[in-house]
């Protein structure tokens, strides 16, 4: 007589569902990997290249003229009227480093997240699997995240418009976040698309969709808050070290460097944090490949015993 064949998978330990939440803390290591530094240097290239370049560019403009000529020194909005009239800003308002630095910035930034992704998941990095990945987030992740991040924005701006002085600050800091959350997840959809795509579609296209679209949407509180909670996270230093710098001013080149290091100091936490969700993202979809594989195991078994 034979067993039959058990109907759940909730009694093993190892098999039963769980939300991404549960993986944040052993996702913690690993950002100071090759490809963690590969990640952080992309990421203060992004924002040292258009730095620097426009910088010097600026100062190429003002050559010309008996407008100061330092950095940290302060220029009037006379002075700024000049540049765009006469120094010719507005027929070249970038130059090619300021474009080509951050653009080579960017493509670090994502090849090295790619591959630090990969490599958590256990999966090999392929530039078919980050392209493709990214035409299946527009297949099924535009429409869905999009709606909701209208909806929530939406609500804000109504709450905002009641008069309220608690509803208004609400939806004056709350709405921008809504946006940084919606790109948010709409990037854990991709990474989910082109890890799967990495792993290979052996239970068919469509069913590698509908595991991607569920993986996120089958835990929307917890990704949700993961969303607005790094939103906010990476948005509230970078708002305090424009505060500070406000309120220093500029003035010296000292002031102005202290500014830029505060801002790479920043740039670098953000990018350790984007690899920290990356990280997440890939041990989530490890834990939950296994559930839906061992799910579809137990669906086909018995129609196996059946052909028998």
């Known amino acids: ?90 027929h070249r308002l970038a130059n090619s480093p300021t474009v080509h630095l951050f653009g080579l910035g960017l493509v670090i930034v994502l090849w090295c997240g790619w591959r630090m992704q990969a490599e958590a998941a256990g999966q090999k990095a392929r530039l078919g699997s980050w392209l493709l990945g990214a035409l299946d987030t527009v297949l099924i992740g535009f429409l869905p995240v999009g709606l909701a991040a209208w909806m929530v924005d939406g609500a804000l701006a109504w709450a905002g418009g009641l008069g309220i002085d608690g509803l208004g600050w609400l939806a004056f800091f709350g709405r921008p976040l809504v946006w940084m959350a919606t790109v ?84 670098l936490f953000n990018g350790w944090l984007m690899g920290w969700l990356l990280r997440t993202a890939a041990l989530f979809w490890i834990h939950d490949a296994a559930v839906r594989d061992a799910r579809a195991a137990l669906k086909e078994a018995p129609r196996e015993a059946a052909a028998l």
């Open 184 to 267: 948010a997840a709409l990037n854990l959809q991709w990474w989910f698309c082109r890890i799967g795509r990495a792993a290979g579609l052996a239970r068919g296209y469509r069913a590698h969709l509908t595991d991607s679209f569920l993986r996120l949407w089958s835990h929307p509180i917890q990704w949700g808050l993961i969303a607005f909670g790094g939103a906010a996270l990476r948005s509230l230093p970078s708002f305090l070290a424009l505060l500070l710098a406000w309120r220093m001013g500029g003035g010296t080149t000292f002031r102005v460097g202290l500014f830029l290091a505060l801002q790479l100091a920043v740039t």
């Open 1 to 90: 007589m034979t067993e039959a064949p058990p109907t759940t998978i909730h009694t093993d330990e190892a098999l039963a569902p769980r939300g991404p939440w549960r993986f944040l803390r052993s996702a913690l290591p690993g950002g100071f990997s090759r490809w963690g530094w590969g990640l952080l240097a992309g990421w203060s290239l992004v924002l040292l290249g258009p730095v620097l370049g426009w910088a010097g560019h600026l100062r190429r403009a003002a050559g010309w003229s008996a407008l100061p000529s330092h950095w940290g020194e302060r220029i009037s909005a006379r002075d700024i009227w000049e540049l765009w009239e006469n120094g010719g800003l507005q």
